[in-house]
């Protein structure tokens, strides 16, 4: 029983990480968002009273909460790099120790122990240690929710941009299919469900200790945290259920995404360069056979088996395509030029005479390049021939303009659909319509295309814009301005993982007014770094100024 009472804390924040990778694909859990960090905070409060470095506890609590999340969250990454993803996670795991050691700094004073054998319950008095516990104060339990919440934004802010930023799976996302409640990102973009989600998770840990201290205390007060929460969260979800019942005023695009599902192999392999055109001219001959035809064909990432612009091959081949049938051809695609080579889309338009081109902005890390390669070798042995070389960075907004008057295409490439302060500019440019072209066959039939939907849900809430994604193989669909897939590409037995058409109707709003936070960005997340900056500095000097009190205080009663 004493070993079990050792081990809780730490199986309690191992649990807190499991309990939010279950939020996510191919669980789906969202409710678990609400209690998902309740283990870890009961871990970090109420576990290591007499731990002589209590602050380092916290920091490992924190640390073994973050790895089971991200090793678990994040396993789809094995399907390219076993090793990447197992060394991956001790940087990722950082965010949470941060986190704990935080929540520690707030942790409540501990109350004195009450023999409630010689004081009755009904009899005790009201300035006993337990009666005055913070506990079992609102304004306090309100406070305390407040610095974890902006706590928990601001890491997962940083984690968003720090060395390039992986910032995928907040808690916030965990909503992803909770309609009315999302609505709010056009305001605060997705850091700010991430702080509602934590505030109610500290909330609900907060209700319970209180009502276990109520039992020891009469009379109960009203649970005016609780209540406000709760509040809040209907209020929430209020202004979401108006906002989907008060559509705005639409023109229709007809669009075709084309999913080849070429596997990863075959991909710039010289022997399966005729089969990738046949498989392309197969699907977008049925594309363009649909009635009416489609405006604007889309094609995934790195489509063509060589350099477009460069291989000539490639390029008569697309430009032919768009002029025999008189549609914009949206493809992802490599770009070469003298030393340099860049992940790129391109939109041929005008019967195949005007292309017009995008240079990826976001690399992804050990995906489109090795940071440090030539700094630490070791990382490009571990990587493999996964990234033989780097790509190079673009550097402008490029906004596609087709044909079709009026539509302007913010072209998004592989995860840049996750990112919503790179998203915003390209609508700042003009953009009305959000592509995403992407090939998530790099992870095979794993749960990293349906993460990959999951997080990139949120661009079109915040910039209220539709999106169309064409993946190589994972999911290709349409997203309307809430955020709800109205389409998707799936085979008969219902998987994403196949070859196909998907097309139909996208909406367009006719007005071209920016959302607030398409014109201020991540402001509610910078807020909440403000806000715990602040905190931060006042509980360290609280605690520096505190600890010569209690050393004069023992030499006094030493005297």
């Not at 104060?137 to 060395?163: H, K, M």
């Not at 209180?210 to 109960?220: A, C, G, H, N, Y």
């Not at 190079?392 to 490439?413: C, M, N, Q, W």
């Not at 807020?527 to 360290?540: D, I, Y």
Request: proline content about 5%; glycine content about 6%; overall charge positive.
């Amino acid at each position: 029983m004493r070993k079990a009472l050792r081990l809780w804390p730490w199986l309690a924040a191992i649990s807190s990480g499991l309990l939010q990778t279950a939020c996510f694909a191919p669980f789906n859990q969202s409710w678990l968002c609400w209690i998902a960090l309740v283990p870890l905070l009961a871990a970090v409060w109420f576990s290591g009273e007499n731990a002589k470095r209590r602050w380092l506890r916290d920091l490992l609590l924190g640390y073994f909460c973050g790895l089971a999340f991200f090793w678990t969250v994040l396993s789809w990454l094995i399907t390219v790099t076993g090793l990447g993803w197992f060394l991956l996670q001790f940087y990722m795991a950082i965010y949470f120790a941060v986190f704990a050691w935080f929540c520690g700094l707030l942790r409540p004073r501990p109350i004195q122990h009450v023999d409630l054998a010689n004081s009755p319950r009904s009899s005790l008095p009201n300035e006993s240690p337990v009666a005055r516990s913070p506990w079992l104060r609102s304004t306090y339990n309100l406070r305390l929710a407040f610095l974890i919440a902006s706590a928990c934004v601001t890491l997962e802010w940083l984690r968003g941009w720090v060395f390039s930023g992986w910032g995928w799976n907040g808690l916030g996302v965990a909503l992803h299919r909770s309609w009315p409640l999302i609505q709010i990102a056009e305001f605060s973009g997705v850091a700010g469900l991430s702080f509602m989600v934590a505030f109610a998770n500290v909330i609900a840990l907060a209700t319970v200790r209180r009502f276990i201290l109520e039992t020891q205390v009469r009379p109960m007060k009203p649970h005016f945290d609780l209540t406000l929460t709760m509040a809040a969260i209907v209020g929430v979800m209020a202004f979401g259920v108006n906002k989907l019942q008060s559509p705005p005023a639409t023109e229709s695009i007809r669009v075709a995404a084309v999913q080849a599902n070429i596997p990863r192999e075959e991909k710039f392999t010289p022997a399966f360069r005729q089969k990738i055109f046949d498989q392309f001219t197969r699907l977008s001959t049925l594309a363009l056979q649909s009635s009416p035809p489609p405006d604007l064909v889309l094609w995934p990432e790195s489509s063509m088996p060589g350099p477009v612009l460069e291989d000539e091959e490639s390029y008569h081949y697309v430009t032919n395509l768009s002029a025999t049938g008189h549609v914009d051809l949206l493809l992802g695609a490599i770009d070469e030029e003298p030393g340099h080579a860049y992940n790129a889309a391109l939109l041929v338009s005008n019967n195949g005479e005007k292309v017009q081109i995008y240079r990826k902005l976001h690399l992804v890390p050990f995906g489109e390049y090795i940071p440090g390669r030539h700094i630490v070798p070791l990382l490009a042995q571990i990587i493999g021939d996964q990234v033989p070389a780097d790509f190079d960075v673009g550097k402008e907004y490029t906004v596609f303009h087709l044909s079709r008057g009026h539509v302007d295409v913010a072209p998004l490439i592989c995860f840049e659909d996750t990112i919503g302060e790179l998203t915003r500019r390209f609508v700042l440019g003009g953009a009305n319509l959000l592509a995403n072209v992407t090939n998530d066959g790099w992870f095979l039939r794993s749960a990293g295309s349906q993460q990959h939907l999951a997080n990139a849900i949120f661009r079109c809430v915040e910039t209220r814009r539709p999106m169309v994604r064409a993946a190589n193989t994972g999911v290709t669909c349409f997203v309307d301005e809430f955020g709800r897939v109205t389409q998707q590409l799936l085979d008969e037995h219902g998987s994403q993982f196949t070859d196909g058409v998907l097309s139909g109707e996208v909406k367009l709003k006719t007005g071209r007014e920016f959302t607030f936070y398409t014109r201020h960005g991540e402001l509610f997340a910078q807020s909440c770094a403000g806000v715990s900056a602040l905190a931060l500095l006042l509980l360290l000097v609280r605690k520096i100024l505190w600890r010569p009190r209690k050393e004069i205080r023992a030499e006094s009663a030493q005297m």
